[in-house]
Structure formats: C-alpha cells, structure tokens
C-alpha cells in the first residue's frame, strides 16, 4: 500500500522569503503522480503543481517549484517569494497512474505567511 | 471553467437520521470521489466510482453508502448519522484519459452530527 508523510504540521515565514514544504512516500509502483493540493482558510482545495513519475525534470509554475527525488521518494515544495494569499493547507498526495484510482494524501501542513 | 459543486456548504443533523451529500460535476468527468477531511488526518478516500453505476470502497466505507445514477451526480449517503460522522466532506472529479490525473475538487460539507 502507498503511503504519504508529511512531517511538518506547521509552517511559518515572512512575506517574500522563500519556505520549504517536505513530502515523502512509499510505493512499489514505477509509473505514478505527485502533487501539490492547496487548501486556503475556508475555501476550495486547488491543485498547485504535479509531477509525472518518469519526468526527472523538476515542475514548477510560477513562483512555486518542486525537488523530486525518485530514489529517495521525496516531492519537496518550494514557494518563492511567498505572499499573504500562500496562506494555507498544502496537502502532497500520490495516485498511481491507473484509470479510475484515487489521491492518497498527507495530513498536511499549515503554512502561515506573515508581513 | 471547470467546476464541481456540493448541495449544502454546512449541514446540521440529528444522530440516527438518514443524510444525503450530494455532488455535480460539469465536465463530463467519468470519476467521481469522496473523501472525508479531519484535523490531523489529512484526507482519507469514503468510496469513489469509475463510471455509471459503478462504485468502489476507499479506506472508510463504514458507515455510508454511495449512488452514482447520472454521469454528473455522485452521492453519499449516511444511512443513520452519528456524531463521530460530524466531519468535513469534500467531493472530487477526474478524467479517465491517461496522462490526466488531476483531481477537482467541489467546496466542501461541513456536517456536524448532534
């Protein structure tokens, strides 16, 4: 069975710095997708960024970018520059890249970003 | 714009009553999910279905029960409610295509049970 730990419950920084998300997980499986979900106060979930398995290029969008370690099974999220409105639950999760499967998620980290 | 939405964002039940969330999706998603959202548990999967008709157990089925009549519609049901089902419950759609795996996600049910 897959597994998804996130092992920071809290998070805080200071507008415009940089923060680190850290990710790890377990699976048997060679073909997969990682991602980054965003859970702002009291709104919808969103989808940050993916990672398809067999690219070892790392994703990014905008100002946010991932560390995609495939033997050490590692998806770390970076966010630059972090602004008020990155406030919020980040959840990493795994799906095997099978039809009709589900998200596994982490239990998440509470980023707080400050001025 | 993709868009999935849930009957009510706060529901209020009494134990032993019969509850109905439901889900619709816009964009012809052949996979529809729920999933129950607690404080320190993270999201974990109740049932989801691949198709019509079609529906499978996630981690928690316990307790609820699923019906998918219509491609667009995906409901869960509590079939008595009870307190330890007061919780956030969050819908979600995805394509079947290979090579698209993101999940859309509906607002969110918070459902407290008295």
């Known amino acids: 069975a897959q597994t998804v730990t996130q092992s920071q419950p809290e998070m805080s920084v200071q507008e415009a710095e940089t923060v680190t998300l850290s990710c790890t997980y377990d699976t048997s499986e060679s073909n997969y997708y990682l991602f980054w979900y965003k859970q702002p106060p009291s709104r919808q979930m969103i989808l940050v960024i993916r990672?398809?398995?067999?690219?070892?290029q790392n994703a990014t969008e905008n100002r946010f970018s991932v560390n995609f370690q495939k033997a050490a099974k590692s998806f770390s999220l970076k966010i630059s520059d972090s602004q008020l409105g990155d406030t919020a639950m980040y959840f990493c999760a795994f799906m095997k890249n099978q039809a009709g499967t589900a998200l596994i998620f982490g239990k998440g980290t509470t980023l707080s970003v400050s001025s | 714009d993709v868009k999935v939405t849930q009957s009510s964002r706060y529901l209020v039940k009494r134990t032993g009553e019969k509850v109905f969330l439901e889900c619709v999706q816009d964009?012809?998603?052949?996979?529809m999910f729920w999933y129950r959202q607690d404080p320190g548990l993270g999201l974990r999967l109740i049932y989801f279905?691949?198709?019509?008709?079609?529906?499978e157990k996630g981690d928690i089925p316990e307790g609820y029960s699923v019906s998918r009549e219509k491609k667009e519609r995906f409901s869960l049901i509590l079939e008595s409610a009870s307190t330890n089902q007061t919780s956030m419950y969050l819908c979600?759609?995805?394509?079947?295509?290979?090579?698209?795996?993101?999940?859309?996600f509906g607002p969110g049910t918070r459902l407290t049970v008295l």
């Open positions: 979600a759609s995805s394509l079947s295509l290979a090579g698209v795996r993101e999940q859309f």
């Open positions: 279905s691949y198709d019509v008709k079609m529906k």
């Open positions: 964009m012809d998603h052949e996979n």
């Open positions: 990672q398809e398995a067999y690219k070892q």
